[in-house]
T-cell receptor, first 113, second 113 residues
Framework: ETGVTQTPRHLVMGMTNKKSLKCEQH?????MYWYKQSAKKPLELMFV???????ENNSVPSRFSPECPNSSHLFLHLHTLQPEDSALYLC????????????FGPGTRLTVL | AQSVTQPDIHITVSEGASLELRCNYS??????LFWYVQSPGQGLQLLLK??????LVQGIKGFEAEFKRSQSSFNLRKPSVHWSDAAEYFC???????????FGRGTSLIVHP
């Protein structure tokens, strides 16, 4: 499979659940990103990993926990989420972090009940 | 910090008509500029980018954009719109220390037959 893939594509969870989102890129990139896309809001950058090191954390609540075991995989661990966390979560990758073209996955549509 | 504004939330055009989507940025120096498109249920795809040089940039799918420093703008144009161009369009600016792009709120393009 090519490009950036994300699983699951849809997720419904309760506020007390723990779940994880997975992102995988087959492009040989060294930077990976998590974005949150909510209706009528700008795309929000959440986390950036460059060569497996976290370089950006945009004041994201601790109920979101990223993990980047290698340059090809990125996870977003979720626990005790709130209904306002319902959104489309997009993963992206680029050659390196910075002003480079980003390749996006299709996203995970998350609904928190 | 940099910012980017897309003044139009929705744009409606007839198929075959010309298109211009507006993007204004705020940054003291020359930024890196991008236009992305997002079709329903998909991630963002890069249409074109401007880093330096010729201020008229050609992209994929027949799109072009012009960087105008005096107006702090990077408007996207297409001479003849096709029904398949209906999508969400995002302008992004990379500037500051990390140069990781900041995205605008997006403009939704509706194409009438």
């Amino acid at each position: 499979e090519t490009g950036v893939t994300q699983t699951p594509r849809h997720l419904v969870m309760g506020m007390t659940n723990k779940k994880s989102l997975k992102c995988e890129q087959h492009l040989g990139h060294n930077a990976m990103y998590w974005y949150k896309q909510s209706a009528k809001k700008p795309l929000e950058l959440m986390f950036v990993y460059n060569f497996k090191e976290q370089t950006e954390n945009n004041s994201v609540p601790s109920r979101f926990s990223p993990e980047c075991p290698n340059s090809s995989h990125l996870f977003l661990h979720l626990h005790t989420l709130q209904p306002e966390d319902s959104a489309l979560y997009l993963c992206a990758s680029s050659h390196q972090a910075g002003p480079n073209e980003q390749f996006f996955g299709p996203g995970t549509r998350l609904t928190v009940l | 910090a940099q910012s980017v504004t897309q003044p139009d939330i929705h744009i409606t055009v007839s198929e075959g008509a010309s298109l211009e989507l507006r993007c204004n940025y705020s940054y003291g120096a020359t930024p890196y500029l991008f236009w992305y498109v997002q079709s329903p249920g998909q991630g963002l795809q890069l249409l074109l980018k401007y880093f330096s040089g010729d201020t008229l940039v050609q992209g994929i799918k027949g799109f072009e954009a012009e960087f105008k420093r005096s107006q702090s703008s990077f408007n996207l144009r297409k001479p003849s719109v096709h029904w398949s161009d209906a999508a969400e369009y995002f302008c992004a600016v990379g500037a500051g220390g990390s140069y990781i792009p900041t995205f605008g709120r997006g403009t939704s393009l509706i194409v009438h037959p």
